[in-house]
């Protein structure tokens, strides 16, 4: 078997320095960290995972409770967190709520109860009704992407949604659009809608909830039975607002399928940015958030945390969106 000893000797460093590489310390200059790094793929080194545990206290692993993956922005910021904790030497464990706030509740209980240094938390949706189990945990815990009020007493990293749903409706109305449709998730993107309706009371348009279509579940399938409701109405929209991409993309099929031109015949906005976004037919128009940001922030608050033994102090990180011009969207047509 491989020594860290071994690894040591390759490289031409000690062994507290093989040690100090394999823990994710930044101490290590980035000449030595590649020789080390070198030496490790050479020998096939495998760290004694349970023996560095016991020697530091630490399992090096972090859980991450995220609503889905199936959702193209959620697996943008778990692959991101799982970048930063494996670029500090820190392990991924991994749990879904699936849109049930009872699965969410178990996670909850059975992460508690294993070997974690830190907990990190995504969306709202499912946990928000648990935030006093989360206060309760008694180690480090970091909520991100938290859409409704965020809790005092823990710290969240997560995105101003209501300006993401004002720069949405600002770019429409800058547009000319009078006549809005918004489709989203409700109520998990209240907050967005608000930013939306500010952005249309500015020009004197009331967005009133008849005007507001629900999309459970934020998906293109969700999104494609809603677009059928806005096409039913006595007078079209000249345009769309969603609260997440996803919807936007089933908006823009069912329209294409009932024979509607995006955007000569209505425009579609979406928010988030998903990679799918800008490969859509045509091109969505989108709010972009920052996601890898925000999942980079978030885990790193943890891991200092866990580094420092201490709790991390309640606060708030509030990143900012930036809408991002694209093809879905245009000036009304001329009627």
Known sequence: MVTMDDVARRAGVTKQTVSNVVRGRTVVSPDTRAKVEAAIAELGYQPNLLARSLATGTTMTVGFIVPTVANPFYSVVVEEVETVLE????????????????????????????SLDALLVAGDRDLGEHVPLLERLGLPVALCMWDSEPPSALPVVTVDFEKAGYLA???????????????????????????????????????????V??????????GYAAALLAL???ERPTCVLTSTDAIAL????????????VPEDISV?????????????PPLTTVGLPMRRMARDAAELLLNAIRDKQPVPPDLSLLSPAIIRRESSAPPAQN
């Open 269 to 281: 906005v979406g928010i988030d940015d998903i990679p799918q976004a800008a490969h859509a037919h």
């Open 250 to 261: 089933g908006v823009t099929e069912a329209f294409r399928h009932h024979g509607l031109r």
């Open 232 to 234: 039913a109405a006595p």
């Open 213 to 222: 279509l629900s999309a459970p579940g934020a998906t293109p399938e969700a």
């Open 87 to 114: 670029e500090r030497g820190y392990h991924l464990l991994l749990a879904t709520t699936r849109g049930d706030g009872e699965r969410a509740r178990r996670h909850l209980t059975s992460l508690s109860n294993r």
């Open 169 to 211: 409706g600002r770019h429409l109305c800058q547009l000319g659009h009078r006549r809005p449709v918004v489709i989203a998730d409700v109520p998990a993107h209240r907050v967005r809608i608000e930013g939306m309706r500010r952005a249309f009371a500015e020009v004197g348009v009331t967005l009133g909830d008849e005007a």
